[in-house]
């Protein structure tokens, strides 16, 4: 959770693409990530659901205990199958099923994580041309996605964690949220 709010809460409210997210969480989790980050943020952050066309600006969470996939059409769908990588949602599921819908118009991230996942779906991203990003293991509260990543991939990039939204704001030519503005409005609002 503190990964994403570090990237999510740096994005301006006009990021001009929809992110969609894989968080291993327990299956029998409420809603407060969702919450949580929405509060955070300037983008909005929504938990995902069957046939929403993703929008810009937006962020949309997997559900516990469902894959996230995004069909041809680009739209959102949701699925109960086995779980891959002893996870459900899986990162690999949203990121094979990405690719083939984005193709080289993808961006996939890899963020902290106690397992393989994600490696699998990266390298599929890749094979598509899309963009790898992978966060540097030295900054990661659990090592091992970003380091299964780094040796399953040739990654394009490998980022420490405070530097992922900077990045992805100069890809899409606009400047990160400046932290200290972010507090000084939140003591206007007290």
């Known amino acids: 959770m503190d990964a994403l709010n570090i990237i999510l809460s740096l994005l301006p409210k006009d990021f001009p693409v929809p992110i969609m997210i894989v968080q291993h969480i327990s299956p ?21 659901g069957e046939k929403i066309k993703p929008e810009q600006g937006t962020a949309y969470i997997a559900p516990p205990n469902y894959h996230l996939l995004v ?10 199958d086995e779980k891959v990588n002893f996870a459900r949602p899986s990162v690999d599921v949203l990121f094979e099923t ?27 991203i890749k094979k598509y041309k899309g963009l790898t990003i992978v966060q540097s293991p030295e900054t990661a509260a659990a090592d091992e996605m970003p380091k299964s990543a780094i040796a399953a991939v040739d990654v394009d990039f490998i980022l420490p964690l405070n530097s992922i939204a900077s990045f992805l704001c100069k890809i899409f030519g606009k400047k990160p949220i400046n932290k200290t503005s972010i507090n000084i409005n939140h003591m206007k609002n007290d």
């Open 98 to 124: 990405a690719a083939d819908a984005y193709g080289k118009n993808l961006i996939g991230i890899i963020l902290t994580g106690a397992n393989k996942d994600g490696s699998m779906g990266l390298k599929k």
């Open 71 to 80: 069909e041809t059409d680009k739209s959102l769908s949701l699925s109960v």
């Open 28 to 48: 029998v989790s409420d809603n407060y990530l969702v919450k949580f980050l929405d509060n955070a943020c300037r983008i909005k952050v929504k938990e995902a």
